[in-house]
């Protein structure tokens, strides 16, 4: 019974997690603003970042974040910027501000920042067999 338990969870955190990606994403595309993916992420974690009508062009794009190690210059991906962040190692958990730089115009996104552990702390703990009973 305690592995439909967590099956089940696993399950309903999977859907969940995919559905407001999908919606996120849906949302950034069309309001012109900076996409990161994954949208909650652990420090020291890898995201892709993309912005919709910002390719390459005579000026730099690029984005920006307390979170991120280092600026992310976005390359042309059809007819959105696109690259690559590395989130710093020892970050505050909390939601940081992105800033693209699109030549004249700029879009913001945001990135939420978890602890580590913090989705195994929703399933029961230990995962082993049950205790025996003490005689």
């Not at 949208?39 to 390719?55: H, I, K, M, T």
């Amino acid at each position: 019974m305690r592995l439909l338990s967590i099956t089940a969870l696993g399950a309903a955190l999977v859907a969940t997690g995919l559905a407001s990606t999908v919606a996120s994403e849906a949302t950034a595309a069309a309001g012109g603003r900076v996409t990161v993916t994954p949208s909650v992420a652990a420090a020291g974690q890898r995201v892709e970042l993309r912005v919709p009508n910002c390719s390459v062009g005579p000026k730099r794009h690029w984005a920006r974040s307390k979170a991120f190690t280092s600026d992310v210059t976005l390359g042309g991906k059809g007819d959105a910027g696109a690259g690559t962040a590395t989130l710093k190692r020892k970050l505050t958990v909390g939601t940081y501000k992105v800033t693209a730089y699109c030549g004249g115009r700029t879009a913001t996104g945001k990135i939420r920042v978890v602890g580590k552990g913090a989705w195994p702390s929703l399933l029961p703990s230990p995962l082993g067999p049950p205790a025996s009973p003490t005689p």
